[in-house]
């Protein structure tokens, strides 16, 4: 067990069946969401681009091969043309992140329009008229100081 190079940096054995490809699989989703962000915030030539497009994360496969970038559209109404735009440039993100990554192999990049900002945002705003609404049932300036 000498010179097996299964070992990790801190000198402990290595588990490649469980660790390994979920710790590939993180970094690697990490690193895709940070390039693919920068390249959509420095410009893509697709006038069906616009809005303002958010990379929420990505979800990689097992295997390393496919990558689900999940993005957000504001407004929403232009969503579903941004994404089009996105999955037309696929091609040209995968080749940007093997050149800025360094990785042998790039996942294939689908993308995904997330709306859980514009829900929350909807529920926020439930919540809040909730609120308000609850706040001026108890409302002292409704009548309730008039008592005497």
């Known amino acids: 067990m000498h010179g097996d ?23 690697l989703a990490s690193l895709v969401q940070r390039i693919v962000q920068t390249e959509i915030q420095r410009g893509l030539s697709d006038p069906r681009l616009r809005g303002l497009v958010t990379v929420l994360g990505v979800d990689v496969s097992p295997d390393l091969e496919d990558a689900s970038v999940r993005v957000s559209v504001l407004p929403a109404e232009l969503g579903p043309l941004s994404v089009q735009a996105l999955q037309h440039a696929a091609a040209h993100l995968r080749r940007t992140v093997l050149k800025e990554s360094r990785v042998r192999h790039a996942p ?4 995904v329009l ?30 309730g100081e008039d008592r005497g």
């Open 108 to 111: 294939r990049l689908r993308f």
């Open 5 to 27: 190079d299964r070992t990790s940096p801190r000198g402990g054995p290595r588990d490649a069946g469980h660790r390994a490809p979920g710790f590939k699989g993180a970094q």
């Open 114 to 143: 997330d709306d859980s900002l514009k829900r929350a945002a909807e529920l926020d705003a439930a919540m809040r008229e909730a609120a308000e609404a609850a706040g001026t049932e108890q409302d002292p300036a409704d009548g």
